[in-house]
């Protein structure tokens, strides 16, 4: 019995181990995928999917049926419904979904899980900002599919993303700027220090 008992206490160091270091992965491979449908999911996606860059490259309605082709392709040969949801079905938004809405969701969820990968891949800066307006905007969708509010346009929220990546980006140049000034302040002529002011001024 105690061996037994040491052996599941490593394993679940062990797997506490393992969910950290996805964890710090996936927050510098796809940050945006990760804050929309977390680390777990995101992973499974990009494993079935091959790469990131290959995920990126599908579109949204296989995004949605990933991991369920023996069933699709059962579906096509039986001439029966196909399936909803592959992989998506372990995410919260499917599971708090009513099952009339379950596959609405699943087709919107796979949507934004698309530009969230596409972002991530093809993006130059880091953040997790677009992931934030997606996952809210899916959050919006799943409570309008609940009591019938209005959700916001997919134009209006992809606008605000905008706008805040924009200002994200602004200020990180203006940190970085600065930091460059008060590192090499005595060590740089003074063309360059009144370049790196004019940078930081937006001249």
């Known amino acids: 019995v105690h061996s037994?008992?040491?052996?599941?206490?490593?394993?679940?160091?062990?797997?506490?181990?393992?969910?950290?270091?996805?964890?710090?992965?996936?927050?510098?491979?796809?940050p945006n995928l990760t804050t929309l449908v977390g680390e777990i999911i995101g992973a499974r996606l990009i494993a079935h999917a091959g790469s990131l860059t290959n995920l990126a490259k599908l579109p949204a309605s296989t995004v949605q049926i990933l991991g369920a082709e023996k069933a699709l392709f059962r579906a096509i040969k039986k001439r029966t419904s196909t399936p909803k949801y592959g992989l998506l079905f372990n995410s919260s938004f499917i599971m708090r979904a009513k099952p009339k809405d379950k596959g609405r969701i699943s087709r919107f969820l796979a949507s934004k899980i698309s530009i969230a990968c596409r972002i991530d891949c093809f993006n130059e800066v880091p953040?997790?900002?677009?992931?934030?307006?997606?996952?809210?905007?899916?959050?919006?969708?799943?409570a309008f599919l609940e009591?019938?509010?209005?959700?916001?346009?997919?134009?209006v929220v992809m606008e605000s993303a905008v706008k805040a990546f924009s200002d994200y980006v602004i200020k990180t140049?203006?940190?970085?700027?600065?930091?460059?000034?008060?590192?090499?302040?005595?060590?740089?002529?003074?063309?360059?220090?009144?370049?790196?002011?004019?940078?930081?001024?937006?001249?």
């Open 4 to 30: 037994i008992a040491t052996s599941l206490k490593s394993l679940n160091q062990r797997r506490k181990m393992l969910l950290e270091y996805l964890q710090h992965k996936m927050s510098i491979i796809c």
């Open 127 to 142: 953040t997790t900002i677009w992931g934030q307006y997606l996952r809210d905007h899916v959050e919006n969708r799943l």
């Open 147 to 155: 009591t019938g509010g209005e959700p916001p346009k997919n134009a």
């Open 173 to 203: 140049k203006k940190q970085a700027l600065k930091t460059l000034m008060r590192a090499s302040k005595e060590k740089t002529p003074d063309y360059v220090s009144r370049f790196l002011r004019q940078q930081q001024n937006g001249v």
